[in-house]
Antibody
Framework: QVQLQESGPGLVNPSGTLSLTCGVS?????????WSWVRQPPGKGLEWIGE???????NYNPSLKGRVIISLDTSKNQFSLKLSSATAADTAVYYC??????????WGQGTLVTVSS | QSALTQPPSASGSPGQSVTISCTGT?????????VSWYQQHPGKAPKLMIY???ERPSGVPDRFSGSKSGNTASLTVSGLQAEDEADYYC???????????FGAGTKVTVL
């Protein structure tokens, strides 16, 4: 069965770039149309960040557009998130997910990223 | 501020039913057949419980059901069990500009 695993630095400097990778195991990343990133600040709700199609097309949350880039590496069966100009407001648990038909069908376990000096 | 409005809490005794509402607008819930619900236990990742307003993924008990009327979607948990105590989030596809929006979550307590 398909499993997702987030990885990346747990601490990012203010004004730096937050970079995470989602490794997909148990299936090909090319077999599913869309893959998403979602975040959850401590004690708060969920926020959809953006998604990438298996061909490389992307859609982003308008509130984050301009700071976020999602990319795909089919050779490594993984996709990545970069969020620039990070501030304390970007401190959150970041989840990667496999999309279903307009839903988030399968989630990774999440990784906490703290923006602090 | 979340795009969709959920009550912060709901509760019921074991065996009872609890219904959680999720109110949006005609641009999201009211105009979408793509409302979904997620269950999240403390320290765990969300889990898809309902999609397409009323559909249950394989493995989700039929105690969980979804519905929609106008701009408000609802999740009903019947025959409450201790393991149902969790946070529940609604989400809606809101078109090709906004994409996915969430509610702030409802904490369900089994008394």
């Amino acid at each position: 069965q398909v499993q997702l695993q987030e990885s990346g630095p747990g601490l990012v400097n203010p004004s730096g770039t937050l970079s995470l990778t989602c490794g997909v195991s148990g299936g090909s990343i090319s077999s599913t149309k869309w893959w998403s990133w979602v975040r959850q600040p401590p004690g708060k709700g969920l926020e959809w960040i953006g998604e990438i199609y298996h061909s490389g097309s992307t859609n982003y949350n308008p509130s984050l557009k301009g700071r976020v880039i999602i990319s795909l590496d089919t050779s490594k069966n993984q996709f990545s998130l970069k969020l620039s100009s990070a501030t304390a407001a970007d401190t959150a648990v970041y989840y990667c997910a496999r999309n279903g038909d307009y839903n988030l069908q399968l989630w990774g376990q999440g990784t906490l990223v703290t923006v602090s000096s | 501020q979340s795009a969709l409005t959920q009550p912060p809490s709901a509760s019921g005794s074991p065996g009872q039913s609890v219904t959680i509402s999720c109110t949006g607008t005609s641009s999201d819930v009211g105009g979408s057949n793509y409302v979904s619900w997620y269950q999240q236990h403390p320290g765990k990742a969300p889990k898809l419980m309902i999609y397409g307003v009323t559909e249950r993924p394989s493995g989700v008990p039929d105690r969980f059901s979804g519905s929609k009327s106008g701009n408000t979607a609802s999740l009903t948990v019947s025959g409450l069990q201790a393991e149902d105590e969790a946070d529940y989030y609604c989400s809606s596809y809101a078109g090709s500009n906004t994409f996915y929006v969430f509610g702030a979550g409802t904490k369900v307590t089994v008394l």
